[in-house]
């Protein structure tokens, strides 16, 4: 229970903290900062508790059930490999956490840095912990849509958007293409499981669709890894804060797609299509970035490059896929996050200080900042390899590799003399970086005069520099245990003897190491001036760039099939998209249905009461009556919908379903005066109407009546095909059996709603949400139109039949003024009602959903009898706080059992003793109904007030056309 308890802290405790830190103001900078590094810290301190469990192999599993009758559960387990994983996670981002409160400006919006920083490192936690393939790729998906939004911070900046955005289109392209990866998967074993996916290579590799699985495997983890050629977006993406570079950018996010492949190269590697493909565009990779970083001129742009050439030396030693490759590439993973988050991090020092990160501008910082300058420097030796540092250990054991591995193919052989190639180019960047930043004549035309960043600011940068040399100058003290755990947990039995030490002898590996360190040196000398220029690539790749086929591919997506696709079955208006949606609806449903002999009803209509047949019949006449009368007529169109809508209130009622009647009278009323005041902006209709160019207007019409009629009877014909199929006890017998027992109400209606169904609830307050705020978008956006600005004639003021001045009231606006009061006086009793349903509704006709409905209605009731500004002085309503905060309520309801080993949303009832009054029934049912009462108060309130407030702008405008008139006259009097 412990672990499992500290498996959910893992995941969870980010999320929660990502939604607190989004509700704090924006100067609690301080605030922000503890809140997060208490996150980051406590992730620390939950894996080092856990590490004796993970040291001895174990791995650690909890299971949540979510929708256990849909076989749907939040699957979670641990071992090495996601510890070390984690551990970066948690660690790399308690030391951004504490960077980036010196980095970011006091006037920049830190509580949505911190809370996307929070809630991208719980994404990341789900990717490594998921026990469930689908959830992984839940989890993947997720880390594309939270860096986007961290990649494109600054808003205003067009680079940050333009990145943001190519990163979300290359990944969450790549997240679709490992979605039909894992269900052909989960299809091929026959389970979802990733320990039963990572126990059946066998059965997957000899499978007909493994090359297909393979294919979108691999673009799902080369999109997010970067790797050629989905490479492009990763130095784009550098438009983003330095902390979201240093901790996504070398630590987290890339880092996902190379843990995916180490993850599964037990089911999917070891064949030859896995060894071209992943060891093929990992060397590419490898080579390509390692060349372009040499000639960029910006820092960032530098450690871009570097990242995605390293990102394919791990990519590679994944795809040789021998044992100690694999062990090699989890080595690289730890040394690489190590030393580029803090060399991203003292480039962002030196562009803090300095105002700039244009190498060509800086020069001769090591006087000003000796101290960041001295550890850039080791961090960019232990990036190009130099002994000491971690990664020379991590480069000798590719170079092993390299050299060791015979296969026989042509890219087998070339493996060693590419990795030597590359390492040049590496250890001839890192030098660029130190020389051109540190050493040189002092700048002279800098933005800022350079100093040393503030203390703790330079500290993260310590501490990861300090790491870089515990790892290389003590690899078997400050690794082995490390390494041990993680490599266990990917080869388990096949696990070799592997040896870490600073020397192994005068081998193969340090004579490549020597050749590359030498050869590296001559590169940079004899190239200095050139890589300083203009150009951002060698001369070769300068003229294929990623970035320019993304951008005429998205061009093409984007702007000329659409608009092919739009002259060819498009429509400006209306009624032919509607008509085709209804069209392909009612086909689809037809195709499936058809045939299907159990739908025929075994029932037929016994009797009718001519009662119950006259008001379905003034029914079906309003309905009618509104479909005739709106082309012509939209008021009395709504009124004879009103209509329809309550005969369907009293057919509720008439078959012993008051509850539904109550809702539904309740919706029909704030529906149709939501729509009557929405009635009053619409343009007036045009009388005459442009012939179809296709069918005549009556052919039209008929065709539009055909297809209403067969929609609609076959709707009808659907549903009493299923209510009078059964044979025996329905399920709506099984419900009334059970609410009192399993739900603690009577009223089985709302039991279903707020605990049986629950999840459904909650899915539709959600809908009604994102409705709501789409609703009062658009309406913001909306301007009256012009006939409709002046004041309606109902609201004009009648003359007064008395005293010549005109102030004696007129009957009129007694006439007027008495509903108004009436209306005003009717708030305190629509509160009450909306208390008395809400109260009621788990035992009696009601509940949260009616409640908040009622208050609704009485909040529309004081729009419509004073005036906006009258009102909203008077009572505030924030309907935004009111739907965030019934959402939250509801979800709380809902994980509030898994505290209690519960499935989600699982409900408790149970009497409470009640001093003075005894006991009294009490459900946390009620708690999730509170929810959806604040869901629903919010949602319709927020449209109510878009609507509301046209008549503000319409005052303006007539306003406006006053003034303007007025000043016309005056000009012409002038004249």
């Given at each position: 229970m412990i672990e499992q308890n500290a498996l959910l802290l893992l995941t969870g405790l980010p999320f929660g903290a990502a939604a607190i830190a989004s509700t704090l103001p924006r100067q609690a900078r301080n605030a922000e900062a503890w809140l997060s590094g208490a996150v980051m810290a406590a992730g620390v301190v939950i894996l080092a508790l856990l590490f004796p469990l993970i040291a001895t192999g174990e791995v650690l599993r909890a299971q949540i059930e979510w929708l256990p009758s849909l076989g749907l559960n939040l699957d979670l387990r641990l071992d090495g490999l996601a510890w070390l994983m984690l551990l970066l996670v948690f660690g790399i981002g308690l030391l951004v956490v504490i960077y980036a409160r010196y980095y970011m400006a006091p006037t920049d919006p830190v509580p949505r840095f911190y809370a996307l920083l929070l809630a991208f490192s719980g994404a990341m936690a789900g990717i490594l912990i998921s026990g469930n393939i689908i959830g992984l790729v839940v989890f993947w998906e997720l880390t594309s849509v939270v860096s986007f939004l961290l990649i494109g911070y600054w808003q205003r900046s067009q680079a940050a958007r333009d990145g943001a955005r190519m990163a979300l289109t290359v990944t969450a392209s790549g997240g679709f293409c490992l979605l039909a990866a894992m269900l052909m998967l989960g299809q091929i074993v026959g389970s979802y499981d990733l320990d039963t996916v990572l126990a059946s290579g066998d059965v997957i590799r000899a499978h007909p669709l493994y090359l297909p699985v393979l294919i979108l495997f691999l673009i799902g983890a080369f999109t997010k890894s970067a790797q050629f050629p989905f490479h492009f977006w990763l130095p784009n993406a550098m438009a983003a804060p330095t902390p979201v570079s240093a901790y996504l950018h070398s630590a987290t996010m890339v880092k996902a797609g190379v843990f995916l492949l180490v993850r599964f190269s037990p089911a999917l590697g070891q064949t030859p299509a896995w060894f071209w493909i992943v060891a093929g565009a990992g060397m590419t990779t490898l080579v390509i970035g390692a060349m372009i970083a040499l000639w960029r001129n910006d820092l960032k742009g530098l450690l871009a490059y570097s990242t995605i050439s390293h990102l394919g030396l791990i990519t590679a030693l994944v795809g040789i896929g021998s044992e100690l490759a694999i062990i090699a590439a989890i080595f690289h993973i730890l040394n690489h996050a190590l030393f580029k988050a803090s060399l991203f991090m003292a480039a962002g020092i030196i562009d803090h200080e300095t105002g700039t990160r244009d190498m060509r501008r800086l020069s001769g910082l090591f006087g000003p900042m000796p101290r960041t300058g001295i550890?850039?420097?080791?961090?960019?030796?232990?990036?190009?390899?130099?002994?000491?540092?971690?990664?020379?250990?991590?480069?000798?054991?590719?170079?092993?590799?390299?050299?060791?591995?015979?296969?026989?193919?042509?890219?087998?052989?070339?493996?060693?003399?590419?990795?030597?190639?590359?390492?040049?180019?590496?250890?001839?960047?890192?030098?660029?970086?130190?020389?051109?930043?540190f050493f040189g004549p002092p700048a002279t035309d800098l933005p800022r005069t350079p100093h040393e960043p503030p203390s703790w600011m330079r500290r993260p940068v310590?501490?990861?520099?300090?790491?870089?040399?515990?790892?290389?100058?003590?690899?078997?003290?400050?690794?082995?245990?490390?390494?041990?755990?993680?490599?266990?947990?990917?080869?388990?039995d096949r696990t070799p003897y592997y040896s870490l030490a600073l020397w192994h002898g005068w081998n193969t590996p340090l004579k490549m190491s020597l050749v590359a360190l030498v050869a590296g040196l001559a590169v940079y000398a004899l190239g200095a001036r050139r890589f300083s220029g203009e150009a951002e690539a060698p001369p070769l790749l300068d003229r294929i760039r990623g970035q320019r086929i993304f951008d005429a591919l998205m061009l093409r997506l984007g702007w000329k099939w659409p608009r092919v696709l739009h002259r060819a079955m498009g429509s400006d208006a209306l009624q032919p998209q509607l008509r085709l949606i209804v069209v392909l609806t009612w086909l689809a449903a037809a195709f499936v249905l058809w045939g299907a002999t159990r739908l025929v009803p075994r029932q037929v209509f016994e009797g009718v009461n001519p009662v119950f047949a006259l008001l379905w019949a003034v029914g079906a006449t309003c309905a009618l009556g509104a479909a005739w009368q709106a082309k012509y007529h939209r008021f009395a169109a709504l009124v004879m919908l009103g209509g329809a809508g309550l005969a369907t209130c009293l057919t509720f009622a008439w078959f012993s379903a008051p509850d539904l009647a109550v809702t539904q009278l309740l919706v029909e009323i704030l529906t149709t005066v939501l729509l009557l005041l929405g009635l009053r902006w619409l343009p007036r209709r045009v009388e005459k109407i442009a012939e179809d160019v296709l069918l005549p207007a009556r052919l039209r019409r008929g065709r539009d009546a055909v297809l209403a009629a067969a929609c609609g009877t076959g709707v009808a014909a659907l549903a009493f095909a299923v209510m009078s199929t059964a044979p025996g006890l329905s399920i709506g017998d099984w419900f009334r059996r059970n609410a009192y027992s399993e739900g603690g109400g009577t009223n089985a209606v709302n039991v279903i709603l707020v605990d049986f169904r629950a999840f459904d609830t909650f899915g539709e307050i959600t809908v009604l949400t994102i409705v709501a705020l789409t609703c009062f978008a658009l309406l913001r956006r909306f301007r009256p139109a012009p006939e409709s600005i002046a004041l309606p004639e109902q609201q004009r003021p009648v003359p007064a039949a008395g005293p010549e001045d005109g102030t004696s009231p007129t009957p009129h606006d007694v006439l007027m003024a008495v509903p108004s009061v009436i209306m005003q006086w009717m708030f305190p009793l629509s509160i009450m009602l909306a208390a008395y349903l809400f109260f009621r509704g788990h035992d009696l006709p009601g509940g949260g959903f009616a409640g908040g409905v009622a208050f609704a209605i009485g909040l529309l009731l004081q729009y419509l009898a004073t005036n906006v500004r009258w009102l909203e002085s008077r009572i505030t309503i924030r309907p935004t706080t009111w739907m965030g905060i019934g959402l939250l309520i509801a979800a709380g309801t809902g994980i509030g059992g898994f505290l209690f080993g519960y499935p989600f949303l699982t409900a408790s009832a149970r009497y409470v003793d009640v001093p003075l009054v005894g006991p009294v029934p009490a459900a946390t049912a009620m708690v999730f109904d509170l929810g959806v009462f604040a869901t629903v108060v919010g949602a319709s309130v927020l449209i109510q007030i878009a609507i509301a407030h046209q008549s503000l702008r319409s005052a303006r405008l007539r306003a406006r056309e006053a003034t303007d008139t007025a000043a016309a006259a005056l000009h012409r009097e002038a004249r």
């Open positions: 550890l850039a420097i080791v961090a960019a030796a232990s990036m190009a390899g130099v002994p000491l540092a971690n990664g020379f250990l991590s480069k000798e054991m590719f170079f092993a590799e390299a050299a060791d591995w015979h296969n026989g193919s042509a890219l087998d052989n070339a493996l060693p003399y590419i990795a030597v190639f590359a390492s040049v180019f590496s250890v001839a960047y890192s030098l660029r970086f130190i020389m051109s930043v310590e501490a990861l520099v300090l790491l870089c040399l515990l790892v290389g100058i003590f690899p078997g003290l400050a690794a082995r245990w490390v390494l041990d755990v993680a490599a266990v947990a990917v080869l388990g």
